[in-house]
């Protein structure tokens, strides 16, 4: 093996054809998530909660086309959630909370079309939720309380037909529900 096909990550190295899931949680991670994590095409599940991880989100998280649950909450985080977070149709659960995170929620994020957890709660996310959140079809828990927002709350959140919990508070929001 010359190396070409596996991804070394944390002092374990990862076949990119073969590893589906990686779920390091509270195991004391420092540094920031490498962008060569991009490189494992058929991950399903990343589970980094409740490490010291830094940095940015990168970029290359958002090729993983088969991911289905992205857990790094409880870390720290920065920057802003990559734009074109939209591009994981398959995801299900997005769990970014208790971080540093900036910017606002990308507009792409109402293409997860699968998504039943999203939770981007604790954070220093700033700009309005976007209008059309009530395309997300299958939401069953919104977590956007503790952040920065503002603006009026989209009267899509009504689409939400499958959604248990809603929390918003502790935002500079307005209008009615």
């Given at each position: 093996d010359d190396g070409s096909c596996c991804i070394e990550l944390w002092g374990t190295c990862y076949n990119i054809e073969e590893t589906t899931e990686i779920t390091l949680t509270f195991q004391n991670l420092e540094g920031s998530i490498p962008a060569s994590i991009g490189n494992l095409e058929e991950l399903r599940i990343l589970?980094?909660?409740?490490?010291?991880?830094?940095?940015?989100?990168?970029?290359?998280?958002t090729?993983?086309?088969?991911?289905?649950i992205l857990k790094l909450q409880e870390n720290l985080l920065t920057g802003p959630i990559p734009n074109d977070i939209g591009l994981l149709t398959n995801l299900d659960s997005l769990w970014?909370?208790?971080?540093?995170l900036e910017g606002s929620i990308p507009q792409s994020i109402t293409n997860l079309n699968s998504l039943g957890f999203l939770r981007l709660n604790e954070?220093?996310?700033?700009?309005?939720?976007?209008?059309?959140i009530g395309d997300?079809?299958?939401?069953?828990?919104?977590?956007l309380n503790?952040?920065?927002l503002s603006g009026e709350i989209p009267e899509s959140i009504t689409n939400l037909?499958?959604?248990?919990?809603?929390?918003?508070?502790?935002?500079n929001?307005?209008?009615e529900i």
């Open positions: 589970r980094l909660e409740g490490n010291s991880l830094t940095g940015s989100i990168p970029d290359e998280i090729t993983l086309q088969h991911l289905k970014v909370n208790d971080n540093q954070n220093n996310l700033t700009g309005t939720i976007p209008s059309n997300l079809s299958n939401l069953q828990v919104l977590r503790l952040n920065n037909t499958k959604l248990k919990r809603l929390y918003i508070s502790d935002n929001l307005s209008g």
